[in-house]
Nanobody
Framework: VQLQASGGGLVQPGGSLRLSCAAS????????IGWFRQVPGKEREAVSC????????NYVGSTKGRFTMSRDIGKNTVYLDMSDLRPEDTAVYYC????????????????WGQGTQVTVSS
């Protein structure tokens, strides 16, 4: 089981990025995917989750209306589309997988990708 996160980079405030999380070794109908983010000195924060049925949950109030999760079953890939990015969105973003239900608790996820850095700065 592997998760490969990509798509991070440097973007100006107000800009957009699409993060990708490519899964291998399992199908997105078996495992749900969560996106988390972490800044130095802080705990990993749940951002969003997409369940095995395709329904999504957004955990961070400030990202509602700006961040959207989606998936491509054929590519076994999950996306996090981020728009109107703000400096406070700067973090390393991780995708993670688990069975059963979405959760905002990082320790409940079984598999993790390597993280991709998102920096929002002018």
């Amino acid at each position: 089981v592997q998760l490969q996160a990509s798509g991070g980079g440097l973007v100006q405030p107000g800009g957009s990025l699409r993060l990708s999380c490519a899964a291998s070794g399992f199908g997105l109908d078996e495992y749900l995917i969560g996106w988390f983010r972490q800044v130095p000195g802080k705990e990993r924060e749940a951002v969003s989750c997409i369940g095995t049925g395709g329904g999504t949950i957004n955990y961070v109030g400030s990202t509602k209306g700006r961040f959207t999760m989606s998936r491509d079953i054929g590519k076994n890939t999950v996306y996090l589309d981020m728009s109107d990015l703000r400096p406070e969105d700067t973090a390393v973003y991780y995708c993670a997988a688990r069975r059963t239900l979405c959760s905002s608790y990082a320790h409940r996820y079984d598999f993790w990708g390597q993280g991709t850095q998102v920096t929002v700065s002018s």
